[in-house]
Structure formats: C-alpha cells, structure tokens
C-alpha cells in the first residue's frame, strides 16, 4: 500500500502560487517512518481531473489530494470524485451541521443576525456535498471538513482544501487517526558519499554489485555538474534496510577506494 499525493489548481502550475503542500508531506510522512511513492500535478481541468482520480480509485495506495473542494465555479475536485466513482453528489449530514456551525460562529463574531436560509448561506453548504458514501475528514482550522472515500479492496482518497493551513493538520489526523499501525514498520537507512570528478559509468559496475548482492537496498547517483563552491561531483549513496545498508556502504567505499576515486561525506 503506497503512498501518493496530488495537488490541483491551475494557479500551482502557472506559478501564480509556490506549492508548499510537497516538501510538507515529506516532512510528515518522514516524521513517522512512512515515505511518498509517487506524485502528480494537475489542473482545474474537469476531465484530466477526473481520469487521474478514476485511476488511482482502483489502486490500492493511500492517497492524499488538495485543492479544488470549494464551491466556485473553478472548483471541481468533488464533483470530479464524484463523476470518476460513478455516484452522485450529497450533502453528508456531518458536514451540514459543520458548515452550518460556522456560518453562526461568522455571524456571531460580526454581530449580525443569524439567518441559516440567506442564498449565501444555502451555497456554502455545497461544500459538505461529497460523493456518496464518503466520511468527513474534520478540519481544526474553520470547521469546514474535507472527505475520504474508502477504496474498493485496500487504501483510500482523502480530500481537503489547498489551503496549507487547512489541509496539513487534516492530513496529519488522517495519518495518526488510521495509519498510526505503520509508523516506523519499515526502518531505512541512508548513507552517501560526494564523489569527485567522476564518470558515472565509472561508478556503475560497483553500483550493479551493491544491489546485486543486498536486494533490500537501493543505489542511488545523483551527479551534479559544479559551481562556483563545488566541484563536479556525484552524490553517491545506499539506502534501504538499515543491516543491509550498513554492510552496502562500507562495500561502496572500498570499491571507491580500489577505483582511487576522490570522495569525502556527503
């Protein structure tokens, strides 16, 4: 069961806003011993939105998605589920009476009457409309919640604003409301070196053996050209299982050192 993410919005992609929500998600997933498998970007495009979400409805990952559950007319992400799970939209009755408790927290912080029928109030309950079926993932911030949408065998969807100080405390209660059985299930170690001046096809047959020989760790090369503080290097690098890992880097560096390659700690 992995984990993915997917952020929406136009406004992400045409660099109108910075997106905070990937780095974030790192952080809390790293923070449990868990990590991200994969990760997309998509417009406020109706159809594209929809045959992502049709897509990963029939994984078994655990996906978290932000962006597009509001109610203007450039928000789709709800009828978007809704279309891609072949169910109509409803107003989930928990999300009703959260909306509903915000619209007289609003009016009684403005001193204003509270009226629950005025044609603002009725529309903002078009954001506790969800796909049938779906639970309410609360929201710290202002009450309005996000939604889940459990999948067919394993894993799950779970929805919520892309406002970051909305979406990462319901992200994170998600994560030790139904997750917390997995945290730091699968330890990893990771360790690499800054090779200098070197071919990566230099480096492969060694990376080759690593992996040949410790099936439960991964190599990874990252070169990097240089600047005006570095030279050309390559982050060279293990991780995977810590037992494994250990004994795979220590391999690492004595292979560097039969190559007589120039390296020194990451």
Request: hydrophobic residues 40%; contains cysteine.
């Amino acid at each position: 069961m992995a984990i993915g993410l997917i952020i929406i919005g136009d406004e992400i992609l045409s660099g109108r806003r910075v997106d905070k929500h990937f780095p974030k998600i790192l952080e809390m997933l790293t923070a449990r011993g868990l990590s991200l498998a994969w990760a997309e970007y998509i417009g406020d495009d109706p159809a594209r939105i929809t045959a992502t979400l049709k897509r990963t409805f029939d994984s078994d990952d655990i996906v978290f998605c932000t962006g597009g559950i509001g109610a203007t007319p450039d928000d789709h992400t709800r009828q978007c589920a809704a279309a891609a799970l072949g169910v109509p939209l409803v107003l989930h009755p928990e999300a009703r009476e959260k909306i509903r408790e915000r619209i007289a927290d609003t009016a009684r912080d403005a001193g204003l009457e509270l009226d629950y029928d005025t044609p603002d109030n009725l529309h903002r309950l078009k954001m506790g409309e969800f796909p049938q079926g779906a639970a309410i993932i609360p929201n710290p911030f202002n009450k309005i919640p996000g939604f889940s949408v459990p999948h067919k065998s394993a894993g799950a969807h779970y929805f919520a604003p892309g406002f970051p100080v909305m979406a990462w405390p319901m992200f994170e209660w998600v994560l030790d409301t139904y997750y917390a059985d997995r945290f730091h299930q699968n330890p990893q170690l990771e360790q690499s070196v800054l090779v200098f001046e070197a071919m990566e096809s230099t480096l492969t047959p060694l990376m080759e053996a690593i992996e040949a020989e410790f099936p439960l760790v991964k190599v990874f090369s990252l070169p990097h050209v240089g600047d005006g503080d570095t030279r050309r290097h390559i982050d060279l690098g293990v991780k995977g299982e810590p037992v494994q890992s250990a004994a795979a880097f220590k391999k690492m560096l004595s292979g560097l050192d039969q190559l007589k390659a120039e390296y020194r700690p990451a």
